[in-house]
């Protein structure tokens, strides 16, 4: 008995001992954490509208779409954190649409595509084929805008996740502007 | 009794948790596609496994034997956590890329097996060795996958392109396959080197 | 994401050994028989299952949002509890089972299987659903890696490998060429 009790006391005092220093490590951790991510997004949203000054976030089934004010409060784009279906998983990207509806630019943030081949998303070539486009226009492979040969699924998987994130960035942002 | 500079050099050689004890291998496949993973992994499974050897050293004649596991994954689970953390903070990039790889320090078998085989039934001081000893081992041994693997497989160390213009990566080292044919290899190559020193 | 993608993905296209590395040490210790490999692989499917639910119930009412901090604290702890419970409970209630999984038991806890997918789950913010299914899949492929491994050891023992590559070397070149062919179902269907 007196055995049993003085392991479970052991236990417990560790365990509390372990929680107290877990909470306080987090107390001076996660505001750097927090501050950190807001720096890494206004970061990433300054390279596609060197203008912005802040921005509100909004989700979308299970993305997120920042709209970018600038220092006048103004909407001056949109940017879709979304995902595609690569070769290798899923591919994290950013999209930047301006308020006339135009692709200003993307960012790759997460691939599992192979190295030397379907890692051409992240290439200036396959960027540029897409920037520019409109959310007017059919973003569709084949009519005006190409997959990369030998990386199908990859860039055709990008297409196709462009145009969807087009629809919810016209229907649900820039309606009515 | 050993010296104190045998207890540091076994972690090293004798007894390297990668090529000789074959301990910890998820991160060593998983993280040492580049260099600069590798090395942040060593660092962060010295900083846990000095953290635990000293704690698990200090309560030795406190926490009775039956109860001993349960309260050591406590101890290495909360160090783990703070480093998390810390790299979170301060470190962002790593710690994206090491991704579910830090929590997982946790059930890596050599953090466990040191406080169970050494820091119990030794001094802190020792405990401080052994840890530095075992956990430099680690980090080496990953490092020097992480090389082969990022200078072969993409060309370039720590991201600084090195072999040319001419020179096509193979590919296949940088993915899965080359993670496990690469570590084959090398094993087998210390095996070699180690029986050529008469280490057994 | 359906389910049955989710299936496909845990067991093929992301094989829990081949592709993202995790469970490395039972897979070289223990898949030296096909009968011990099944056992394991059994013990796995089952133990995964119960700590995949216990850890998304407390992770989703108990930790989050406030507490999440202590997820890896909490959930090796619950991983440890469940697997002590589950070899008790067996011993009283089903002897031949329990001798059957009883030696596997102990070496799960450690096995880093079942705290990455019980972690995986819930960074993938899986429903109560999609977690039972994910965490059997994987337990799946987990079990499938280890019984093809078991097949080729066993022919492994008969042919002349050089002592130098014997045992774990061997086993590791051996896994990146089933790592290789398993890269094949990727692309196949995705989550």
């Known amino acids: 008995m007196h055995d049993s009790l003085k392991m479970t006391l052991v236990l417990l005092i560790i365990g509390a001992l372990c929680g107290a220093l877990l909470a306080a490590a987090n107390d001076v951790t996660a505001p750097i954490i927090a501050a950190n991510r807001e720096a890494e997004f206004l970061a990433a949203l300054e390279g596609f509208f060197p203008d912005v000054d802040s921005f509100e976030v909004e989700e979308v089934g299970r993305e997120d779409f920042y709209r970018c004010y600038d220092a006048c409060q103004k909407l001056i784009g949109i940017v879709g954190q979304v995902q595609a279906d690569g070769y290798g998983g899923e591919i994290d990207y950013d999209l930047a649409v301006n308020t006339a509806g135009d692709i200003i630019g993307m960012r790759i943030s997460a691939h599992g595509e192979t190295p030397g081949i379907g890692d051409v998303i992240t290439k200036p070539d396959f960027q540029e084929r897409v920037i520019g486009l409109n959310f007017a226009d059919p973003i569709e492979d084949g009519v005006d805008v190409d997959a990369v040969s030998g990386a199908t699924v990859s860039t055709g998987g990008m297409l196709t996740s462009i145009r969807r994130a087009m629809d919810i960035i016209g229907e649900h942002f820039l309606e009515g502007e | ?200 | 994401m359906s389910l049955l993608a989710i299936i496909f993905v845990a067991i093929l296209a992301d094989n829990i050994v081949f592709n993202q590395f995790l469970g490395i040490c039972p897979y070289l210790g223990v898949s030296k028989r096909l009968e011990t490999s099944l056992g394991m692989g059994i013990a796995v499917i089952f133990v995964m299952a119960m700590s995949a639910v216990v850890t998304w119930l407390v992770y989703n009412y108990i930790l989050f949002p406030h507490l999440v901090y202590l997820r890896t604290i909490v959930f090796i702890l619950i991983i440890a509890g469940l697997v002590q419970l589950v070899e008790t409970i067996l011993k009283k209630t089903n002897p031949t089972l329990f001798r059957a999984l009883g030696i596997f038991l102990p070496l799960i806890t450690t096995n880093c299987t079942i705290l990455g997918v019980a972690i995986l789950n819930v960074q993938a913010e899986h429903n109560i659903i999609e977690t039972i299914v994910y965490s059997i899949s994987v337990a799946v492929g987990f079990t499938i890696a280890l019984v093809i491994m078991a097949g080729i050891r066993e022919r492994l023992d008969l042919a002349n490998v050089s002592s130098l590559l014997r045992g774990a070397a061997v086993s590791l070149v051996t896994a990146g060429i089933l790592s290789l062919a398993f890269m094949g179902f990727k692309g196949m269907m995705t989550l």
Do not use: H
Not at chain 2, 56 to 74: D, E, L
Not at chain 2, 114 to 127: L, P, Q, W
Not at chain 2, 161 to 188: K, S
């Open chain 2, 1 to 200: 009794m050993t010296t104190l500079t045998q207890e540091f050099t076994k972690g090293i050689v004798q007894e390297n948790p990668v090529f000789r004890l074959i301990l910890g291998m998820c991160p060593t496949l998983a993280v040492t596609g580049s260099t600069l993973n590798a090395l942040g992994m060593g660092v962060s499974v010295i900083a846990v496994l000095l953290c635990s050897n000293i704690v698990v050293s200090a309560v030795r004649n406190v926490v009775p034997a039956k109860v001993r596991i349960p309260a050591y994954i406590m101890i290495i689970a909360t160090f783990v956590t703070i480093v998390e953390m810390l790299l979170s903070a301060f470190a962002p990039d790593l710690f994206e890329a090491l991704g579910i790889f830090i929590p997982l320090i946790v059930v890596n078998c050599i953090i466990l097996g040191r406080a169970e085989a050494f820091a119990r039934k030794n001094t802190i001081g020792r405990s401080v060795i052994d840890a530095l000893g075992i956990g430099l081992g680690y980090t080496l041994s990953l490092t020097l996958l992480g090389v082969i693997r990022e200078v072969f497989g993409a060309g370039s160390i720590l991201g600084y392109p090195i072999m040319g213009a001419a020179f096509e990566p193979m590919g296949v080292l940088a993915v899965a396959p080359g993670a496990f044919i690469t570590l084959g290899i090398l094993l087998g190559l210390f095996n070699y080197l180690f029986k050529r020193l008469g280490i057994e």
